[in-house]
């Protein structure tokens, strides 16, 4: 079946640290994969996608990339400021004959102290 | 509007009870997804719609949960007879395709007694 298991948390961090999220997955077909962000009080907002083999995605600071041989779509950030505090979340979507549903990681809590 | 709307934004059911969560996706979105999220995990799939259709039911934990959209716009999520473990945050997202980048509304939190 297809699966995404990210680092538990929480991950406390200060202000400037670099930061890594580990999300693996397993996946029958070809999947396109995402990190979501949910920030206190709002909504899943999407942070970054890549839909094929070493692809990167990036946006506001932090990057991903798509490795299909350690099946791996870890998150990176340099330096990472206390607004960047959120839930975390890996997912991925098959991208053929699908409806383009999202399996989701559990989640992984970031906090970043100044 | 300008994002995904859901409402009633929280909601405490009396087990038993019959309950009955709204989703106004974007405007001209075709796809509709709605997820269950237990505290503490990542979001479910439940169902999608295609337009009015419902094209993929299979993450529906039981017969007690039932979803529509009639005329391919606002979306119902209903359940019957309420269980405790029921209690989570139930998020719609809307797309322009199936494949397309999915918005998310802000939830409905259930919370059955």
């Known amino acids: 079946g297809n699966s995404v298991t990210q680092m538990e948390g929480p991950v406390t961090l200060s202000e400037e640290a670099f930061l890594t999220i580990n999300c693996t997955y397993t996946?029958?077909?070809?999947?396109?994969l995402f990190w979501y962000v949910q920030y206190p009080g709002e909504g899943l907002q999407l942070l970054l996608k890549a839909t094929k083999a070493d692809d990167k995605g990036s946006n506001k600071g932090f990057e991903a990339t798509y490795r299909k041989e350690t099946t791996s779509f870890h998150l990176e950030k340099g330096s990472v400021q206390v607004s960047d505090s959120a839930v975390y979340f890996c997912a991925l979507s098959i991208s053929r004959g699908n409806t383009g549903k999202l399996i989701f990681g559990q989640g992984t809590t970031l906090q970043v102290k100044p | 509007g300008a994002g995904v709307s859901q409402s009633p934004r929280y909601k405490v059911a009396k087990r038993g009870q019959d309950v009955a969560l709204r989703c106004d996706p974007i405007?001209?979105?075709?796809?509709l997804f709605w997820y269950q999220q237990a505290l503490g995990q990542g979001p479910e799939f439940l169902t999608y719609?295609?337009?009015?259709?419902?094209?993929?039911k299979s993450g529906l934990p039981s017969d007690r949960f039932f979803a529509e959209r009639p005329e391919g716009s606002v979306s119902t999520l209903k359940i019957q007879r309420t269980q405790q473990e029921d209690s989570a945050v139930y998020l719609c997202?809307?797309?322009?395709?199936?494949?397309?980048?999915?918005?998310f509304g802000p939830g409905t939190r259930l919370t059955v007694l």
């Open positions: 719609f295609q337009n009015e259709a419902q094209l993929d």
């Open positions: 996946a029958t077909g070809y999947p396109s």
């Open positions: 997202a809307s797309s322009l395709t199936g494949q397309g980048r999915q918005f």
């Open positions: 405007s001209g979105h075709v796809s």
